[in-house]
């Protein structure tokens, strides 16, 4: 079956520009998150969605960050005003609710701000 | 101090060569263990569920010592292919986030 998708799979953009990433989880899967991926670096854990629930924001490193989640399904990450400190690899990831430790990750968006 | 704590290495060995590696998690309450792989420009996968008893998947086998808040990945018999970064990931039930490890990347050589 399909996996988690996202896309763009890269995306450049100049400092002060608005940039939109989408994820596409797995079907009927009711978890999604986003993490992002610095250079060399670990994940660091964005913000999580499960089912109709409040999402929970506690990783989103500024307020220029902001995620939805439309009819349970995809989910668009917003990143305004980008800095150069935002260019990292954006993963989603999503899990079924009777499996929710195990996360299947997308390929990724690269996004690079100049 | 990180949350989870891993040596990044790199770890260059022979194949056939046995490899360990070591991680370390804060959380006391931390509730679920994995070890996740991750090639390189790829997303992370997941290798194997860590449980307190031990658990052995192949060539993998994976311990969690509690006690000492110690995980640990074994390798036997290096295949070329197991060349990667593995990453420690801990849940510590707070909404099912996951907590990352900075990966130890390991370099199987012929």
């Known amino acids: 079956g399909a996996g988690v998708s996202q896309s763009p799979s890269n995306k450049v953009t100049e400092k002060g520009k608005d940039v939109e990433l989408r994820c596409d989880p797995i079907s009927g899967h009711t978890a999604l998150y986003w993490y992002r991926q610095s250079l060399g670096q670990g994940l660091e854990f964005l913000i999580y969605?499960?089912?109709?629930?409040?999402?929970?924001k506690s990783g989103l490193p500024s307020d220029r960050f902001s995620a939805e989640r439309t009819g349970g399904s995809v989910s668009t990450l917003t990143i305004q005003r980008t800095q150069q400190e935002d260019s990292a690899v954006y993963l989603c990831?999503?899990?079924?609710?009777?499996?929710?430790?195990?996360?299947?990750f997308g390929p990724g968006t690269r996004l690079t701000v100049l | 101090r990180k949350e989870v704590e891993q040596d990044p290495g790199p770890f260059n060995v022979p194949e056939g060569a046995t490899v360990a590696f070591n991680c370390t998690y804060s959380?006391?309450?931390?509730?679920?263990f994995f070890w996740y792989r991750q090639d390189c420009r790829k997303e992370p996968k997941l290798l194997m569920s860590?449980?307190?008893s031990g658990n052995e998947d192949g060539r993998f086998t994976a311990q969690l010592n509690r006690a000492s808040q110690y995980i640990s990945l074994l390798i036997r018999d290096s295949k070329l292919s197991d060349s990667a970064t593995y990453l420690c990931v801990v849940n510590n039930n707070a909404g099912n986030m996951l907590t990352f490890g900075g990966g130890t990347r390991l370099m199987v050589k012929p």
């Open positions: 959380n006391s309450a931390s509730q679920s």
């Open positions: 860590v449980y307190s």
């Open positions: 969605f499960q089912g109709n629930s409040a999402p929970d």
């Open positions: 990831a999503s899990s079924s609710r009777q499996s929710t430790d195990t996360q299947y």
